[in-house]
């Protein structure tokens, strides 16, 4: 544990570090900046404060799926250097060892994912295409696609870190709409990178 001597007062930083991730985690479930303040016994600027501090950008809800890909660390880290929210990407070899569970297992996990997926304003797709059209109706989402190339991909194949940079540079340039879905703007600059997929909401 590292102590802080400050005056005639000892301050733990591991205090410090455990309160604000208390702080953020009640944010980030959606209580409000006063609620939260009350909660921990801190003014609601302090709360503010937090946030302002931390912030790595604002804009849309994005995630990054893709299979089988060859290069997956350097995917995560471009994913990471945009500050994506939720990344999932998969070697061949991962990918079969997810198959080789069980029926049950693997199916809860689909939808889990599918679930979770769903809540996001925009999805980057890397697969093969058959893959990319079928995820895309079953999201009703948003889907910003790279071809890996023709089903089925059985084999690893290395993401285009520049296209996938060019990609997410566009998404993260366009603001989402007050709604928190993805407005015409962003459509645009995700077809001037030529990646658009239009959704098929009913």
């Keep these: 544990m590292r102590l802080y001597r400050i005056g005639d007062k000892v301050v733990s930083a591991e205090r410090v570090h455990e309160e604000i991730t208390r702080i953020l985690e009640d944010r980030e479930a959606g209580a409000t900046q006063e609620e939260v303040a009350r909660q921990h016994g801190v003014q609601r600027s302090f709360v503010s404060f937090l946030e302002s501090l931390g912030e790595i950008r604002r804009g849309a809800r994005i995630g990054v799926v893709g299979f089988p890909i060859a290069n997956c660390d350097e995917v995560r ?85 520049a296209e996938l940079d060019h990609v997410l540079d566009s998404i993260m340039n366009t603001p989402a709409t007050h709604r928190g879905r993805v407005g015409t703007a962003l459509r645009e600059a995700a077809d001037l990178a030529g990646r658009w997929v239009p959704s098929r909401k009913s």
């Design 77 to 161: 880290a471009a994913a990471e250097r945009h500050a994506v929210d939720f990344v999932l990407v998969l070697s061949q070899s991962e990918r079969e060892s997810i198959e080789a569970g069980s029926s049950a297992s693997i199916f809860n996990m689909l939808l889990d994912t599918l679930a979770d997926l769903r809540d996001f304003d925009v999805v980057v797709l890397l697969a093969s295409d058959w893959r990319i059209k079928t995820i895309e109706k079953i999201l009703g989402t948003e889907v910003v696609s790279i071809n890996l190339g023709p089903s089925p991909l059985r084999a690893d194949v290395e993401v285009d870190i």
